[in-house]
């Protein structure tokens, strides 16, 4: 069973009520057993309001009466002749009597949730439907604090539950919102909203599986649309959180709506009557929303703050009592309180409209204490307002008190509820409550994390990368609130700025910005001068110069991000003095590309290290381009090897010039940076490794090169006829690092494997890293996969931009 509940606009002539038929009847047909809650239609509470206001002063109704009558029957058969005489008739007893009782606008203005259900009741039948108007006075019963009476939920459980099991089975009930009766029998109504409240306890009372809430807007928001244009619909929303909210008048809820729903753990749905049919899922209230955070703004304006100051407070027990006590009998309700420890006065805020009588009854109870002067003052500030900021972790509002500081707001009071995680904000007037909404909505909700990249070099791997970049940055900013910016691309000619990020003509524009000048120290300055945060250094270059001024960047404020190794195989003394500044400045430097392009290698080293596992042996293949070349020739035999080469060259697997892969170069450079995560301070020249291709090849042209490939191919097919059957051949790069002896061997080159090996399996360009560590003994841990390809290594360049970026404070 469901509980539907459609507010006052929903019900409204025209679009309204139309959808709302819709709505009942397709939750009907779809066998949820609705049962209709209904506020009074359109503004009807204000207009019964508005008449009871003219016939107290005496004034003529009649016209607005019929103006008010005019739009109850619209479009169906219902003439209302008995509920006409019964208006008419309480209007003219109060005009006569020039007053109108609590007691009586409670009967009068309960019309507005009568009419409206017998309306809706009636407009279901004329369309086939069996339903049924009900009076929720029929088993709502309350005190008689008319206007705004507390229900007995017990005795009202148990006469819900008789009339509902007395309905006969298919008829859909219509309920009246706002509405009960008194023990006595008298009219009483819930409070402004009440029809919220009703619903919830029925649904309460009748178990349902949720209450939908269908209004005018799209759900609850951060905060309210109309004060904060930029506020966001909240998707989930804790019970606790959605009580909360409506204590600040949030005019979706009443402020006890959530008690009965969160008793039974029912959840609560609040959706748009009109974009019902559209794909949207409104805000759900529940004990456990999906969204780890969800905070949300509430004002209130008509404060007062009442100042209570005096001498010797201290070590005077009961003043505190008698202040509360005075209020208390005086009906003034107290919404925040704020004392100092030395108790030199207290502050008290309540609503303006109790400022006076708040003032009067402590003048009243400290008369003795004023006379001898222990008190020494009594006060009402009024015009103020309370922001309060909900699901609020303290340690987040550095931020927020920051800005508004800068604004020039100051909070009076500040007062911090811990369970519910409130902070409230007592501020001046209205206008500066809406300021004070509007700041701390922009730091809350506003902000994303802006992350400020110099990429330089925009090869293929460059040029992937900012392709990725461009393509998801609306994604990142929407999910992850990452503003990603590139604020400059250059190569070694030239250099492309732009304070707030390069836009999809990039390649045109970087064409016409040439440069001539020092690219460190001009990236570093336009930093500066742009107060760019959040800067990374992206180096897709394999430029040696670049990677030497690592150091004066880190120094500078840019974290490092490569997939250039120069930095990682330069001299051990440079590598070491890189770190120690990068520790120094408290920079990042990720390159995980190094080694594997995108797989996840680096990373999982460095904590296997970190975690003080010794690491025993890396052994693999480091190469990807080498490994598509070998384990073609090793699935192809029939092919020439030449082809296979060709073919990887233009697959872009090897580098132009494909001597710069076949020589085994990288596999050594790869060696090195990981033999150095190890904290091994191990030098280029300490790996001995072996290329393949002779010596008379290794100085020619590229284009001689490939005249005598003939020679390499002999080179290769020797190597191939020495294999036993059961073998292939592969290039290997190997580590042995012996702990005890502080001993590390490093080698490189083309080896006989067994073809059933994990290295002799491996196919396309994957790379495979076998890691074989103390604790995991013969079981190697292996890493393979993809190893080449620019696209791969601009995603993992992205990754690791992407891993900074979660670091970055917001
Ligand atoms: N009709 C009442 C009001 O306008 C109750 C409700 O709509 O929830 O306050
Ligand atoms: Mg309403």
Same mark, same amino acid.
């Given at each position: 069973?469901?509980?539907?509940?459609?507010?006052?606009?929903?019900?409204?002539?025209?679009?309204?009520?139309?959808?709302?038929?819709?709505?009942?009847?397709?939750?009907?047909?779809?066998?949820?057993?609705?049962?209709?809650?209904?506020?009074?239609?359109?503004?009807?509470?204000?207009?019964?309001?508005?008449?009871?206001?003219?016939?107290?002063?005496?004034?003529?109704?009649?016209?607005?009466?019929?103006?008010?009558?005019?739009?109850?029957?619209?479009?169906?058969?219902?003439s209302f002749e008995e509920e006409q005489r019964e208006l008419d008739?309480?209007?003219?007893?109060?005009?006569?009597?020039?007053?109108?009782?609590?007691?009586?606008?409670?009967?009068?203005?309960?019309?507005?949730?009568?009419?409206?259900?017998?309306?809706?009741?009636?407009?279901?039948?004329?369309?086939?439907?069996?339903?049924?108007?009900?009076?929720?006075?029929?088993?709502?019963?309350?005190?008689?604090?008319?206007?705004?009476?507390?229900?007995?939920?017990?005795?009202?459980?148990?006469?819900?539950?008789?009339?509902?099991?007395?309905?006969?089975?298919?008829?859909?009930?219509?309920?009246?919102?706002?509405?009960?009766?008194?023990?006595?029998?008298?009219?009483?109504?819930?409070?402004?909203?009440?029809?919220?409240?009703?619903?919830?306890?029925?649904?309460?009372?009748?178990?349902?599986?949720?209450?939908?809430?269908?209004?005018?807007?799209?759900?609850?928001?951060?905060?309210?649309?109309?004060?904060?244009?930029?506020?966001?619909?909240?998707?989930?929303?804790?019970?606790?959180?959605?009580?909360?909210?409506?204590?600040?008048?949030?005019?979706?809820?009443?402020?006890?709506?959530?008690?009965?729903?969160?008793?039974?753990?029912?959840?609560?749905?609040?959706?748009?009557?009109?974009?019902?049919? !559209?794909?949207?899922?409104?805000?759900? @209230?529940?004990?456990?929303?999906? *969204? &780890?955070? %969800?905070? =949300? #703004?509430?004002?209130?304006?008509?404060?007062?703050?009442?100042?209570?100051?005096?001498?010797?407070?201290?070590?005077?027990?009961?003043?505190?009592?008698?202040?509360?006590?005075?209020?208390?009998?005086?009906?003034?309700?107290?919404?925040?309180?704020?004392?100092?420890?030395? !108790?030199?006065?207290?502050?008290?805020? @309540?609503?303006?409209?109790?400022? *006076? &009588?708040? %003032?009067? =009854? #402590?003048?009243?109870?400290?008369?003795?204490?004023?006379?001898?002067?222990?008190?020494?003052?009594?006060?009402?500030?009024?015009?103020?307002?309370?922001?309060?900021?909900?699901?609020?972790?303290?340690?987040?509002?550095?931020?927020?008190?920051?800005?508004?500081?800068?604004?020039?707001?100051?909070?009076?009071?500040?007062?911090?509820?811990?369970?519910?995680?409130?902070?409230?904000?007592?501020?001046?007037?209205?206008?500066?409550?809406?300021?004070?909404?509007?700041?701390?909505?922009?730091?809350?909700?506003?902000?994303?994390?802006?992350?400020?990249?110099?990429?330089?070099?925009?090869?293929?791997?460059?040029?992937?990368?900012?392709?990725?970049?461009?393509?998801?940055?609306?994604?990142?900013?929407?999910?992850?609130?990452?503003?990603?910016?590139?604020?400059?691309?250059?190569?070694?000619?030239?250099?492309?700025?732009?304070?707030?990020?390069?836009?999809?003509?990039?390649?045109?524009?970087?064409?016409?910005?040439?440069?001539?000048?020092?690219?460190?120290?001009?990236?570093?300055?336009?930093?500066?001068?742009?107060?760019?945060?959040?800067?990374?250094?992206?180096?897709?270059?394999?430029?040696?110069?670049?990677?030497?001024?690592?150091?004066?960047?880190?120094?500078?404020?840019?974290?490092?991000?490569?997939?250039?190794?120069?930095?990682?195989?330069?001299?051990?003394?440079?590598?070491?003095?890189?770190?120690?500044?990068?520790?120094?400045?408290?920079?990042?430097?990720?390159?995980?590309?190094?080694?594997?392009?995108?797989?996840?290698?680096?990373?999982?080293?460095?904590?296997?290290?970190?975690?003080?596992?010794?690491?025993?042996?890396?052994?693999?293949?480091f190469s990807g381009s080498l490994s598509y070349i070998f384990n073609?020739?090793?699935?192809?035999?029939?092919?020439?090897?030449?082809?296979?080469?060709?073919?990887?060259?233009?697959?872009?697997?090897?580098?132009?010039?494909?001597?710069?892969?076949?020589?085994?170069?990288?596999?050594?450079?790869?060696?090195?940076?990981?033999?150095?995560?190890?904290?091994?301070?191990?030098?280029?020249?300490?790996v001995s490794w072996e290329n393949p291709v002779p010596e008379s090849?290794?100085?020619?042209?590229?284009?001689?090169?490939?005249?005598?490939?003939?020679?390499?191919?002999?080179?290769?097919?020797?190597?191939?006829?020495?294999?036993?059957?059961?073998?292939?051949?592969?290039?290997?790069?190997?580590?042995?690092?012996?702990?005890?002896?502080?001993?590390?061997?490093?080698?490189?080159?083309?080896?006989?494997?067994?073809?059933?090996?994990?290295?002799?399996?491996?196919?396309?360009?994957?790379?495979?890293?076998?890691?074989?560590?103390?604790?995991?003994?013969?079981?190697?841990?292996?890493?393979?996969?993809?190893?080449?390809?620019?696209?791969?290594?601009?995603?993992?360049?992205?990754?690791?931009?992407?891993?900074?970026?979660?670091?970055?404070?917001?």
């Amino acid at each position: 069973m469901k509980v539907l509940k459609f507010g006052g606009k929903s019900l409204d002539n025209g679009l309204g009520i139309a959808t709302v038929l819709d709505i009942i009847i397709d939750s009907y047909e779809q066998g949820d057993a609705p049962v209709v809650v209904v506020s009074a239609r359109g503004k009807s509470t204000d207009a019964l309001l508005a008449l009871v206001e003219r016939a107290r002063r005496g004034e003529a109704f009649d016209e607005d009466l019929a103006c008010f009558w005019a739009h109850q029957g619209e479009g169906l058969s219902l003439s209302f002749e008995e509920e006409q005489r019964e208006l008419d008739r309480l209007l003219t007893g109060i005009s006569l009597l020039r007053e109108c009782s609590p007691r009586l606008e409670d009967a009068l203005v309960s019309y507005g949730e009568i009419l409206s259900s017998k309306y809706v009741a009636e407009a279901l039948r004329s369309r086939g439907y069996s339903a049924v108007a009900i009076d929720s006075g029929d088993f709502l019963v309350t005190d008689d604090h008319f206007g705004s009476a507390s229900v007995f939920t017990e005795v009202s459980r148990e006469r819900c539950q008789a009339l509902f099991s007395r309905l006969p089975s298919g008829t859909i009930p219509i309920v009246t919102g706002f509405i009960a009766r008194s023990e006595a029998g008298e009219r009483t109504t819930l409070g402004r909203n009440g029809s919220n409240y009703s619903a919830a306890l029925l649904a309460n009372f009748l178990g349902a599986s949720i209450m939908e809430n269908f209004t005018h807007v799209d759900g609850i928001y951060t905060a309210n649309p109309t004060l904060v244009p930029e506020a966001r619909k909240i998707d989930e929303l804790s019970y606790a959180d959605a009580a909360e909210l409506s204590q600040f008048g949030a005019d979706i809820l009443h402020i006890k709506t959530i008690e009965p729903l969160e008793e039974r753990g029912i959840p609560l749905r609040v959706l748009n009557t009109f974009s019902y049919g !559209e794909e949207h899922n409104g805000t759900l @209230v529940t004990a456990h929303p999906r *969204d &780890r955070v %969800v905070r =949300a #703004l509430a004002s209130l304006t008509g404060k007062a703050l009442i100042h209570f100051e005096g001498r010797n407070m201290l070590g005077r027990p009961g003043i505190d009592a008698r202040i509360f006590r005075a209020f208390e009998s005086a009906h003034v309700s107290v919404s925040m309180v704020a004392q100092g420890s030395t !108790e030199r006065g207290t502050a008290i805020v @309540v609503d303006e409209g109790d400022a *006076d &009588r708040a %003032v009067t =009854a #402590l003048h009243e109870e400290f008369k003795q204490d004023l006379h001898e002067g222990l008190t020494t003052k009594i006060y009402a500030e009024k015009g103020l307002a309370v922001v309060a900021i909900i699901g609020l972790n303290l340690v987040e509002f550095d931020r927020p008190y920051r800005a508004l500081v800068r604004n020039r707001i100051l909070p009076i009071l500040l007062s911090n509820s811990v369970p519910e995680n409130t902070l409230c904000l007592l501020v001046k007037g209205e206008e500066e409550c809406v300021k004070a909404l509007k700041v701390i909505h922009g730091e809350l909700f506003e902000r994303p994390k802006r992350i400020h990249l110099a990429i330089i070099g925009h090869g293929t791997v460059g040029g992937a990368l900012i392709g990725q970049i461009i393509q998801q940055r609306e994604l990142l900013r929407e999910q992850k609130h990452i503003d990603l910016r590139i604020f400059a691309i250059a190569n070694s000619r030239q250099l492309l700025l732009a304070p707030t990020g390069v836009g999809e003509q990039w390649e045109e524009e970087l064409q016409q910005a040439p440069f001539t000048g020092d690219l460190a120290e001009t990236l570093i300055a336009y930093g500066q001068r742009h107060a760019l945060e959040n800067m990374i250094l992206v180096d897709n270059t394999s430029s040696v110069a670049i990677a030497s001024s690592y150091p004066l960047y880190a120094s500078n404020g840019f974290d490092i991000v490569s997939s250039n190794k120069k930095a990682n195989i330069a001299p051990y003394a440079d590598y070491a003095h890189l770190r120690s500044t990068l520790q120094r400045h408290r920079r990042s430097y990720r390159y995980e590309t190094n080694v594997g392009a995108g797989l996840p290698l680096i990373d999982n080293l460095k904590l296997l290290h970190l975690s003080g596992e010794r690491i025993t042996r890396i052994h693999g293949l480091f190469s990807g381009s080498l490994s598509y070349i070998f384990n073609r020739l090793s699935q192809e035999p029939e092919r020439s090897f030449r082809s296979i080469v060709e073919e990887s060259a233009r697959l872009g697997l090897t580098e132009p010039d494909p001597r710069e892969d076949l020589s085994g170069e990288d596999v050594v450079r790869k060696v090195l940076i990981l033999v150095r995560e190890l904290d091994v301070p191990a030098e280029l020249s300490d790996v001995s490794w072996e290329n393949p291709v002779p010596e008379s090849l290794r100085s020619l042209s590229l284009q001689d090169f490939w005249e005598r490939f003939g020679e390499l191919e002999v080179e290769i097919e020797r190597r191939r006829q020495a294999l036993n059957s059961d073998e292939v051949l592969r290039y290997v790069g190997d580590i042995i690092w012996d702990d005890v002896r502080q001993e590390a061997t490093l080698t490189a080159g083309l080896r006989a494997v067994s073809s059933s090996s994990p290295l002799g399996r491996v196919s396309g360009a994957d790379s495979c890293f076998e890691i074989y560590t103390e604790s995991y003994g013969s079981q190697p841990i292996v890493i393979q996969g993809a190893g080449a390809g620019a696209s791969v290594t601009a995603r993992g360049v992205f990754g690791d931009v992407l891993r900074l970026a979660e670091g970055y404070e917001s």
